[in-house]
C-alpha cells in the first residue's frame, strides 16, 4: 500500500528526490515519516510529518539538508535531499502512523518497501 522510490547512485554534494506513494487507501488523515537503515545499523527516524503537512520533524543529522513534504491530493509523500553524504548511505523506508510518537518505527501502522541510495564520496 505504500512504495517508495527514487534512490539510487550520487555522488556526495548530489541531490535526490524519494517518492512514497500510497495505494489501496487514502493516508491523508495519516502522519507520516521516513526512517532509513545502514548495513549493520538499526532502523533509524530520519523524517516526519503531520497528516495536515502543517508540522515536521528531522533527526539532526539531516536537518537543513533534507525536506519532508506531501501532496494529498496524490496521495504521496517526498524526501528531497540535499548535500548528500556518505553516512546518508542506507536503504529508506516510508511509513504512515495513525497516532504515537513520531520518532518511534514501532508507532507506525504501515511501510513500505525500502529504496536504496548510495552516495559514493
Sequence with gaps: QLQACGGGLVQAGGS?????????????????GWFRQA???????????TWSGGSTAYVDSVRGRFTISREKSKNTMYLQMNSLKPEDTAVYYCAALKGGPWRD???YDYWGHGTLVTVSS
Excluded at 39 to 49: L, Q, T, W, Y
Design 105 to 107: 518505527y514501532e508507532a
Design 39 to 49: 548495513p549493520g545499523k538499526e532502523r533509524e527516524f530520519v523524517a516526519g510529518i
Design 16 to 32: 535526490l528526490r524519494l517518492s512514497c506513494a500510497a495505494s489501496g487507501r487514502s493516508f491523508n488523515r495519516y502522519g507520516m
